[in-house]
């Protein structure tokens, strides 16, 4: 088998991108430090054609070549918005109407392959810190979390690895993929 070139790929313009209609879900990153995390959400979200990307608190926002880095380019296709306060950002959110997700391992979690995503609903994803996770301030505000179930020895996921394992389960569910 060939591998394919970029012609064969037919990827979009920034500009068709932008005028394509997007998938129901809002990534939020609360306080993520790692620039090639922030970067490397970016570009997940234009694979899977997620609606923007809230920035919150410390995280980080472009331009910078440190998330260009792993975006490679994504930051310009991807709509996104910074918040100073992650709650705030999670307030104006469920007042739109999002079903506010955080990704986090609680107690009473659901686990990521029995989260029905409903169709015509309208979803908030939130993914934090890499070292505390999200705000306990934030999963107090949320209306579920959800977890990635793990067998290995380590208890977490790179957030970049569990943000798009979690954006691949709304895309997936909501046949995008098809």
């Given at each position: 088998?060939?591998?394919?070139?970029?012609?064969?790929?037919?990827?979009?313009?920034?500009?068709?991108?932008?005028?394509?209609?997007?998938?129901?879900?809002?990534?939020?990153l609360?306080?993520?430090?790692?620039?090639?995390?922030?970067?490397?959400?970016?570009?997940?979200?234009?694979?899977?054609?997620?609606?923007?990307?809230?920035?919150?608190?410390?995280t980080?926002?472009?331009?910078?070549?440190?998330?260009?880095?792993?975006?490679?380019?994504?930051?310009?296709?991807?709509e996104w918005?910074?918040?100073?306060?992650?709650?705030?950002?999670?307030?104006?959110?469920?007042?739109?109407?999002?079903?506010?997700?955080?990704?986090?391992?609680?107690?009473?979690?659901?686990?990521?392959?029995?989260?029905?995503?409903?169709?015509?609903?309208?979803?908030a994803?939130?993914?934090?810190?890499?070292?505390?996770?999200?705000?306990?301030?934030?999963?107090?505000?949320?209306d579920?979390c959800?977890?990635?179930?793990?067998?290995?020895?380590?208890?977490?996921?790179n957030?970049?690895?569990?943000?798009?394992?979690?954006?691949?389960?709304?895309?997936n569910?909501?046949?995008?993929?098809?």
């Amino acid at each position: 088998m060939d591998k394919k070139t970029i012609w064969d790929l037919g990827r979009d313009t920034v500009e068709v991108f932008r005028a394509k209609a997007k998938m129901p879900l809002v990534v939020v990153l609360d306080n993520i430090r790692s620039l090639n995390n922030i970067g490397s959400v970016f570009r997940t979200s234009d694979a899977f054609l997620v609606e923007r990307i809230m920035l919150c608190g410390i995280t980080a926002t472009p331009p910078s070549p440190e998330i260009h880095k792993t975006a490679l380019g994504a930051e310009d296709s991807v709509e996104w918005q910074y918040f100073e306060n992650t709650a705030d950002c999670i307030a104006r959110l469920r007042a739109q109407g999002y079903t506010v997700c955080a990704l986090e391992q609680v107690k009473g979690s659901i686990p990521l392959q029995d989260f029905a995503v409903e169709p015509g609903g309208r979803y908030a994803l939130v993914a934090g810190h890499e070292v505390h996770g999200v705000s306990q301030e934030v999963v107090d505000m949320a209306d579920c979390c959800i977890e990635i179930p793990q067998c290995g020895t380590k208890h977490s996921l790179n957030v970049s690895v569990s943000a798009a394992l979690g954006i691949w389960h709304f895309f997936n569910a909501l046949h995008l993929g098809r």
